[in-house]
């Protein structure tokens, strides 16, 4: 009986660890989808500084939002740099 009990114990745990091996582990998303998606990004920056989130979408997302903030900062003095040419040309 309890060698019977026992089998059926062995048998439950390599089903439940056969199970859990069985299903892949889900991708990092890539950069792409963090440049197209900048406030996921931000979260999982967020959650990663927190210590909630490791792994390698820590670092992607970290590349995704420095590249939005230099974007925005080149777009700004390109804008700037448009408007002053529009004054000088006014004078």
């Known amino acids: 009986m309890a060698d019977r009990r026992a089998r059926r114990v062995i048998f439950a ?18 950069l792409e989808f963090f440049t197209a998606n900048p406030a996921e990004a931000r979260i999982v920056v967020e959650q990663c500084a927190k210590g909630v989130a490791t792994g390698p979408e820590c670092a992607t997302a970290a ?13 700004n003095a390109i ?8 004054i000088n040309r006014n004078w």
Do not use: H, Y
Request: charged fraction near 25%.
């Open 13 to 30: 745990l390599a089903a439940s660890i056969g199970a859990w091996a069985c299903n892949p582990m889900p991708a990092a998303r890539s």
């Open 63 to 75: 590349v995704a939002v420095e590249r939005q903030k230099a974007n925005a900062t080149f777009d």
């Open 79 to 86: 804008k700037t740099s448009t408007r002053k040419k529009q």
